[in-house]
């Protein structure tokens, strides 16, 4: 028997290790990594809450995030192939064309 | 009051005679030009001598409600005109000598580039003129106060490429103006006491009041902010400053406005006024000793101009302080007698000072005159009539006038009386230095030795320059006009006539009360005081022919030895410079310390240009969001994500 | 008592992932480490009786995207991680964000919720009961994911595909269309 909080704190936990990812590496591909992780928490999230109340349409929306994950993942190393073809970094700190 | 639907035309014709000229002038030809002008004038004055001829002392007033104007709740005021005796005597002397000044200027003012501006003022200040006469209520009457004040800063200003035109200009306006916030604060003083200002509705409230002997009450405190307002228009003491000034503007504007008719305004709405002022013995005295004191101040100062249309200016104004003295003691009766003979000798002696100055170039500084008499004939003989009439030489119009105002005033304090005489002696000294300066002795002017006259103020000549020369005949018609009833217009008081004809607009005037037979010491005093005046004005005439015209160099030695006197004098005491340090230089470093740096540039313009910099700043600092570091939105964001998610904790939790 | 031991157990294999995914400096330590994560997190499904999605999980998060990334990470030959200027902002103010929000969400869920406590293989998602709920409840927003991944396919395939790649097809065909033409007309080039 483990309470529900356990569960949410893990991924709590998770979640905060994805964002703080994002922000302290500079290698842009483990910043899509971190991207990974956060969904992941939230993917136990819901799984937790889904056999909490006892309503399987948690676990179908667990899907449905894979999906956009995937997608996003396509899409997103794509980008990453593209600018590293012109740009010749993966640093992310030096794709700052965009400043004002 | 019998109604009569035709009052509302005697200021209408006028209007749309400057409304034609207005519009149309400029590209009219002149003789179409005049023709308006004088065709709506002369309309107006045979309207008024119509109406004249249907009345006479016993006929009840006449009104027209023309129409509704403002009804706010229980006040009321409406464009109704009114025509007592009073109004009927100042109709005919605004449009009479109104219609004679505008004959003068077509010739005055032929050769000028906006003529048909010229007159389209004119007409113009006739229509508030006559606003003003034929009111039946005070707030018409202000608008006609207002107006004329508005057409006389336009004619004083009709030059106004020249700069000491324009300030003029402005300076009897705004001179004017500060009379109006008393005249202002009076009227609203009577909407508040008496809910109304039609006249036959606020005298019938006042009627039953008591006079208010016991020092300062509603009935004092009216009678002097109205007191205010006629000293503004009618150049008394302290607002007189704007009338010499206003010389700036063409001779026809200075004899219409500043002698006949505007500054007689203020008279007029005193004497209109007797009823608040009968109750009102202080307000009544100040009036008294207002105009008496302007009399004798502007005589002296008078008595050392050297611009002949200056002397005439503080001529005026020491006469207006003759009509104030009047109504001051009661004779209000006396002061209107006054005022239609002023009209008639002022207003000529500015047409022929006008006439001097047509002939001899432009030339307005007496030294330069002189010897004129040979090639002027008619000019002088005219002025001369006139100087006659000012000076208080029987039997002319103004000996008769001044005579009864003195008269009266000797029966109220015998003060009045005195200053009243010693400022006949100076008015008939400086008179006929005037004469003598202009007309007698050589010839000092330069016109004679040029082939081209040269213009000071502005006006041009159709006919060749050369010598001095006598003016055209429709200049000299309106002078021989006015000079004949310089001469006779004073028989129009001969035996109490025009006392008796104007005793039902002074109803209930302490002068009705005095019309019983005088007694015989009465009338030995009255004769003994007359010859006195005589005695007086002849000795001024003696001492102007001894000093300009047998020994002309004793002026200038006289002068020398009473020194600053003089040079305080000639310099009109200083009053504008004492104006200039008081009021105007406060006034004016106020605005621009204050009001212009301070709350123009420091408050609006800061606030909005440091609106437009505060913008630039916080855009300056924003885009320091936009780094282009996806790192840093990331920060962005997850900060933003902390906000978001205690705000939502905090509402859930509370 | 099981339950909660292997929760613990997977649960700490879990972090121990998330935090070497921050620690290491080259990418494909910290590839490898989320894989370890998402396994672990497959092993907390069944725990809840999600077994369906722990076999997905597996087998397309682990098994393929994570497999994607690597074989990017190997594409691009990303070296270690060096050194270069950071963010201010990212540290100063993102940083402190996010362990505010987590400390409030956690303070949250510690203290508002009931402590119930989850019983093992609670829920059970058999494929059956995952299939109702897909194709019946769910059917609209499962056929908009697959247009999504399309999308997604077709997007990658115009991103990462080299620019001369699609421009040398245009480029050549004139030039073959020019050589028939002079050939036709027995003419040399």
């Given at each position: 028997?483990v309470?529900?909080?356990?569960?949410?704190?893990l991924?709590?936990?998770?979640?905060?290790?994805?964002?703080?990812?994002?922000?302290?590496?500079?290698?842009?591909?483990?910043?899509?990594?971190?991207?990974?992780?956060?969904?992941?928490?939230?993917?136990?999230?819901?799984?937790?809450?889904?056999?909490?109340?006892?309503?399987?349409?948690?676990?179908v929306?667990?899907?449905?995030?894979m999906?956009?994950?995937?997608?996003?993942?396509?899409?997103?190393?794509?980008?990453?192939?593209?600018?590293?073809?012109?740009?010749?970094?993966?640093?992310?700190?030096?794709?700052?064309?965009?400043k004002? | 009051?019998?109604?009569?639907?035709?009052?509302?035309?005697?200021?209408?014709?006028?209007?749309?005679?400057?409304?034609?000229?207005?519009?149309?002038?400029?590209?009219?030809?002149?003789?179409?030009?005049?023709?308006?002008?004088?065709?709506?004038c002369?309309?107006?004055?045979?309207?008024?001598?119509?109406?004249?001829?249907?009345?006479s002392?016993?006929?009840?007033?006449?009104?027209?409600?023309?129409?509704?104007?403002?009804?706010?709740?229980?006040f009321?005021?409406?464009?109704?005109?009114?025509?007592?005796?009073?109004?009927?005597?100042?109709?005919?002397?605004?449009?009479?000598?109104?219609?004679?000044?505008?004959?003068?200027?077509v010739?005055?003012?032929w050769?000028?580039?906006g003529?048909?501006?010229?007159?389209?003022?004119?007409?113009?200040?006739?229509?508030?003129m006559?606003?003003?006469v034929?009111?039946?209520?005070?707030?018409?009457?202000?608008?006609?106060?207002e107006?004329?004040?508005l057409?006389?800063?336009?004619?004083?200003?009709y030059?106004?490429?020249?700069?000491?035109?324009?300030?003029?200009g402005?300076?009897?306006?705004?001179?004017?103006?500060?009379?109006?916030?008393?005249f202002?604060?009076?009227?609203?003083?009577m909407?508040?006491?008496?809910?109304?200002?039609?006249?036959t509705?606020?005298?019938?409230?006042?009627?039953?009041m008591?006079?208010e002997t016991?020092?300062a009450?509603l009935?004092?405190?009216?009678?002097?902010?109205?007191?205010?307002?006629a000293?503004?228009?009618?150049?008394?003491?302290p607002?007189?400053?704007?009338?010499?000034?206003?010389?700036?503007?063409p001779t026809?504007?200075?004899?219409?406005?500043?002698?006949?008719?505007?500054?007689?305004?203020?008279?007029?709405?005193?004497?209109?006024?007797?009823?608040?002022?009968?109750?009102?013995?202080?307000a009544?005295?100040v009036?008294?000793?207002?105009?008496?004191?302007?009399?004798?101040?502007?005589?002296?100062?008078?008595?050392?101009?050297?611009?002949?249309?200056?002397?005439l200016?503080?001529s005026?104004?020491?006469?207006?302080?003759?009509?104030?003295?009047?109504?001051?003691?009661g004779?209000?009766?006396?002061?209107?007698?006054?005022?239609?003979?002023?009209a008639?000798?002022?207003?000529?002696l500015?047409l022929?000072?006008?006439s001097?100055?047509?002939?001899?170039g432009?030339?307005?500084?007496?030294r330069k005159?002189?010897?004129?008499?040979?090639?002027?004939?008619?000019?002088?003989?005219?002025?001369?009539?006139?100087?006659?009439?000012?000076?208080?030489?029987p039997?002319?119009?103004?000996?008769?006038?001044?005579?009864?105002?003195?008269?009266?005033?000797?029966?109220?304090?015998?003060?009045?009386?005195?200053?009243?005489?010693?400022?006949?002696?100076?008015t008939?000294?400086?008179?006929f230095?005037?004469?003598?300066?202009t007309?007698?002795?050589?010839?000092?002017?330069?016109?004679?030795?040029?082939?081209h006259?040269?213009?000071?103020?502005?006006?041009?000549?159709?006919?060749?320059?050369g010598?001095?020369?006598?003016?055209?005949?429709?200049?000299?018609?309106p002078l021989?006009?006015?000079?004949?009833?310089?001469?006779?217009?004073?028989?129009?008081?001969?035996?109490?006539?025009?006392?008796?004809?104007?005793?039902?607009?002074?109803?209930g005037?302490?002068?009705?009360?005095?019309?019983?037979?005088?007694?015989?010491?009465?009338?030995?005093?009255?004769?003994m005081?007359?010859?006195?005046s005589?005695?007086v004005?002849?000795?001024?005439?003696?001492?102007?022919?001894?000093?300009?015209?047998?020994?002309?160099?004793?002026?200038?030695?006289i002068?020398e030895?009473l020194?600053?006197?003089?040079?305080?004098?000639?310099?009109?005491y200083y009053?504008?410079?004492l104006?200039?340090?008081?009021?105007?230089?406060?006034?004016?470093?106020?605005?621009?310390?204050?009001?212009?740096?301070?709350v123009?540039?420091?408050?609006?313009?800061?606030?909005?240009?440091?609106?437009a910099?505060?913008?630039?700043?916080?855009?300056?600092?924003?885009?320091?969001?936009?780094?282009?570091?996806?790192?840093?939105?990331?920060?962005?964001?997850?900060?933003?994500?902390?906000?978001?998610?205690?705000?939502?904790?905090?509402?859930?939790?509370? | 008592?099981?339950?909660?031991?292997?929760?613990?157990?997977?649960?700490?294999?879990?972090?121990?992932?998330?935090?070497?995914?921050?620690?290491?400096r080259?990418?494909?330590?910290?590839?490898?480490?989320?894989?370890?994560v998402?396994?672990?997190?497959?092993?907390?499904?069944?725990?809840?009786?999600?077994e369906?999605?722990a076999?997905?999980?597996?087998?397309v998060?682990?098994?393929a995207?994570?497999?994607?990334?690597?074989f990017?990470?190997m594409?691009?030959n990303?070296?270690?991680?060096?050194?270069?200027?950071?963010s201010?902002?990212?540290?100063?103010?993102?940083v402190?964000?996010?362990?505010?929000?987590?400390?409030?969400?956690?303070?949250?869920?510690?203290?508002?919720?009931n402590?119930?406590?989850?019983?093992?293989?609670?829920?059970?998602?058999?494929?059956?009961a995952?299939?109702?709920?897909?194709?019946?409840?769910?059917?609209?927003?499962?056929?908009?994911?697959?247009?999504?991944?399309?999308?997604?396919?077709?997007?990658?395939?115009?991103?990462?595909?080299?620019?001369?790649?699609?421009?040398?097809?245009?480029?050549?065909?004139?030039?073959?269309?020019e050589?028939?033409e002079?050939?036709?007309a027995?003419?040399?080039?």
């Open positions: 028997m309470p529900l909080t356990y569960y949410l704190l991924s709590g936990i998770l979640f905060t290790c994805g964002v703080l990812g994002f922000l302290i590496k500079r290698n842009i591909i483990t910043i899509f990594m971190s991207i990974e992780l956060m969904l992941n928490g939230v993917n136990l999230s819901f799984v937790a809450f889904a056999a909490h109340w006892h309503a399987l349409s948690g676990q929306f667990v899907f449905f995030v999906v956009v994950a995937a997608a996003e993942a396509t899409v997103g190393l794509a980008i990453i192939i593209a600018v590293f073809r012109t740009r010749e970094t993966l640093n992310v700190d030096q794709v700052n064309l965009l004002l | 009051m019998t109604p009569n639907p035709y009052l509302w035309l005697i200021p209408a014709l006028p209007l749309a005679g400057a409304a034609i000229n207005g519009f149309f002038g400029r590209r009219s030809s002149k003789t179409a030009i005049v023709t308006v002008a004088l065709s709506f002369g309309a107006a004055f045979a309207l008024a001598l119509y109406m004249a001829s249907t009345f002392s016993a006929s009840a007033p006449y009104y027209l409600d023309l129409a509704h104007w403002i009804r706010a709740g229980s009321q005021a409406d464009f109704s005109f009114y025509l007592d005796q009073l109004s009927l005597v100042m109709l005919l002397v605004v449009t009479g000598v109104g219609l004679l000044i505008h004959i003068y200027s010739g005055y003012m050769d000028d580039d003529f048909y501006r010229f007159m389209s003022y004119m007409n113009l200040f006739m229509f508030f006559l606003t003003l034929l009111a039946k209520n005070y707030l018409l009457m202000f608008i006609g106060w107006g004329v004040g057409a006389s800063y336009l004619l004083i200003g030059w106004f490429t020249k700069d000491s035109a324009a300030s003029a402005k300076k009897a306006f705004i001179v004017n103006r500060i009379g109006d916030f008393g202002l604060i009076a009227l609203f003083l909407i508040k006491h008496f809910g109304s200002l039609d006249f509705r606020v005298f019938a409230a006042i009627q039953p008591q006079p016991a020092g009450g009935l004092t405190s009216i009678g002097l902010l109205l007191m205010v307002g000293a503004g228009k009618s150049a008394q003491l607002l007189y400053v704007w009338l010499p000034d206003a010389m700036e503007g026809p504007v200075s004899a219409l406005i500043h002698a006949a008719t505007m500054v007689t305004a203020g008279v007029y709405m005193v004497a209109r006024s007797h009823v608040i002022f009968e109750r009102a013995p202080a009544l005295t009036v008294a000793i207002v105009g008496t004191l302007t009399a004798l101040f502007a005589a002296t100062i008078g008595i050392a101009q050297t611009d002949i249309k200056k002397v200016a503080y005026t104004i020491s006469q207006l302080g003759y009509m104030f003295m009047a109504c001051g003691v004779a209000f009766s006396a002061g209107i007698f006054h005022l239609m003979t002023h008639f000798f002022k207003g000529l500015f022929a000072a006008g001097v100055i047509h002939g001899i432009g030339e307005q500084d007496m005159m002189g010897g004129l008499r040979p090639y002027m004939p008619w000019t002088f003989a005219t002025m001369g009539i006139a100087t006659l009439a000012i000076a208080g030489i039997p002319l119009a103004g000996f008769w006038s001044k005579d009864e105002i003195l008269w009266k005033a000797f029966n109220v304090s015998a003060a009045y009386w005195l200053i009243g005489v010693i400022t006949a002696f100076i008939s000294f400086y008179m230095r005037l004469m003598y300066l007309f007698g002795g050589e010839y000092r002017g330069a016109v004679a030795q040029e082939a006259g040269h213009d000071d103020n502005g006006h041009g000549h159709g006919h060749g320059h010598a001095p020369h006598e003016s055209p005949w429709v200049m000299l018609a021989v006009i006015l000079a004949t009833l310089s001469l006779v217009g004073g028989f129009v008081g001969y035996g109490n006539r025009f006392e008796h004809f104007l005793a039902p607009a002074f109803s005037a302490t002068e009705v009360a005095q019309e019983a037979v005088p007694t015989a010491a009465e009338s030995t005093l009255e004769h005081l007359m010859g006195v005589i005695s004005a002849a000795l001024g005439w003696l001492l102007a022919y001894l000093l300009y015209s047998r020994m002309p160099m004793l002026p200038a030695r002068a030895s020194g600053g006197l003089y040079r305080a004098v000639a310099n009109k009053v504008d410079e104006y200039a340090i008081l009021f105007v230089k406060p006034v004016v470093d106020g605005s621009t310390t204050i009001l212009w740096r301070g123009d540039q420091g408050v609006i313009d800061a606030t909005v240009n440091n609106s910099d505060s913008a630039r700043h916080v855009s300056d600092n924003l885009r320091h969001m936009q780094s282009g570091n996806l790192r840093s939105y990331a920060g962005w964001v997850a900060a933003g994500g902390a906000v978001v998610i205690a705000y939502m904790i905090w509402m859930g939790v509370r | 008592m099981l339950h909660l031991t292997l929760f613990l157990f997977f649960a700490a294999i879990a972090v121990a992932g998330a935090v070497n995914l921050l620690v290491q080259h990418p494909i330590n910290s590839a490898l480490s989320l894989v370890v998402m396994a672990s997190l497959a092993g907390e499904y069944l725990l809840l009786g999600a369906f999605v076999a997905v999980q597996v087998i998060y682990a098994g995207i994570m497999v994607l990334f690597v990017v990470i594409l691009l990303a070296g270690e991680e060096a050194r270069s200027k950071g201010r902002v990212a540290i100063l103010l993102g402190p964000g996010v362990t505010i929000g987590a400390v409030l969400v956690a303070w949250v869920v510690l203290r508002y919720s402590a119930e406590a989850v019983s093992m293989y609670a829920l059970p998602g058999d494929p059956q995952i299939a109702r709920l897909l194709f019946h409840d769910f059917l609209l927003p499962f056929e908009v994911t697959s247009i999504l991944i399309l999308i997604a396919i077709m997007g990658a395939v115009v991103l990462a595909s080299p620019p001369q790649a699609i421009v040398r097809r245009r480029r050549t065909e004139p030039a073959q269309h050589t028939r002079l050939a036709a027995g003419k040399e080039r």
